[in-house]
């Protein structure tokens, strides 16, 4: 599903935030990335989202090399993957719907399907009692939960999480990541970048390690 063959990513400024990276994710898997701060976790995730391009070796996703597609195939590509922030992005002007609808409005979903849609998405994050209310009013968790609805709620192959518990405690933590399993038990191949150990090796997940931009752990 996602393949890394000799990536590396090299900077206008000559920081080389990748080195040589290769690396195969199966579909329907779900892998840790890891790391430290400056590791490449981050410049890893925009390369399989097509934010940036490798400078060299290649990177597939579902069997397409995303560099030779041009651009016009980067919204079809980016329909096929689903993204978490550690600060979930969301408008704090509009409605816990309205923000969750937002892809599939993007997408030109018919009101009906947007709809059903993102009631789904709300129901499998435990919120939709919360629909018609402002994200501000939420806990942190809570609002990254109606993150993780936006990032579904198109029913992609991929999702992707950078740190996506980086600021909640444990127990908000742990339910985050309770969420990520389910969604991978449904099909849906999951990577999910954390410096938190403590709370990922005790998952039976795989762990791809980086360290100064190269693979140092998890190959396969």
Known sequence: MIQFDNVTKRYDTGHEALKRVSFHIKANEMVFLTGHSGAGKSTLLKLIMMMEQPSDGQVLVDGFDLGAQSRKHIPFHRRQIGVVFQNHQLLFDRSVFENVALPL?????TPREIGRRVRAALDKVGLLEKEKHNPITLSGGQQQRVGIARAVVHKPKILLADE???????ELSSEIMYLFEQFNRVGVTVLLASHDLSLITGMKHRMLTLSD????????
């Not at 409005?105 to 979903?109: R, S, T, V």
């Not at 996506?164 to 444990?170: I, Y």
């Not at 931009?213 to 396969?220: I, K, N």
């Open 105 to 109: 409005q993007i997408a030109g979903y």
């Open 164 to 170: 996506p518990t980086g600021n909640l405690d444990p």
């Open 213 to 220: 931009g190269a693979v140092v752990g998890g190959f396969d």
